[in-house]
C-alpha cells in the first residue's frame, strides 16, 4: 500500500517560518514529481509548488520568495520550507507525488493533509 505522510503544519505568527516534510512509503519503484497544494476554507484547492525529480521547481507567483521545495530522493521526502509566512497562507496543506510501481504503475498520491495557520 503506498501512502504519503506529511508532518510539519501548526500555528505561528505572521512573519515566521514553518517547515512542512513528506514522506511516500510502500512499494514502489520510482517517484515522479512531486509537490504541495493548498485549500483555505472556501476556496479550490490551488497549487504551491513541485518539483521534478531532477529537482527543477515550480512556484505560484502568491509565494515565490518566500517558500522553497527541495526532495531527498534517498528518502522519498519532498518538504516545504516556508518564510515570512502571512495570514492569507493559512490553509490545509496536502503533499502530492506521482508515483510509478509494477501493482500500481503510474499514479497520482495525496497525502491526508496538515494545517497550516498563520495569525496575524
Known amino acids: 500500500q503506498v501512502q504519503l505522510v506529511e508532518s510539519g503544519g501548526g500555528l505561528v505568527q505572521a512573519g515566521g517560518s514553518l517547515r512542512l516534510s513528506c514522506v511516500a512509503s510502500?512499494?514502489?519503484?520510482?517517484?515522479?514529481?512531486m509537490g504541495w497544494y493548498r485549500q483555505a476554507p472556501g476556496k479550490q484547492r490551488e497549487l504551491v509548488a513541485t518539483?521534478?525529480?531532477?529537482?527543477?521547481?515550480n512556484y505560484a507567483d502568491s509565494v515565490k520568495g518566500r517558500f522553497t521545495i527541495s526532495r531527498d530522493n534517498a528518502n522519498n521526502t519532498v518538504n516545504l520550507q516556508m518564510n515570512s509566512l502571512k495570514p492569507e497562507d493559512t490553509a490545509v496543506y496536502y503533499c502530492?507525488?506521482?508515483?510509478?510501481?509494477?501493482?500500481?504503475?503510474?499514479?497520482?498520491?495525496w497525502g491526508q493533509g496538515t494545517q497550516v495557520t498563520v495569525s496575524a
Open positions: 502530492n507525488a506521482i508515483l510509478s510501481g509494477s501493482l500500481i504503475g503510474t499514479r497520482r498520491y
Open positions: 518539483i521534478t525529480s531532477g529537482r527543477n521547481a
Open positions: 510502500g512499494s514502489f519503484f520510482s517517484i515522479n514529481a
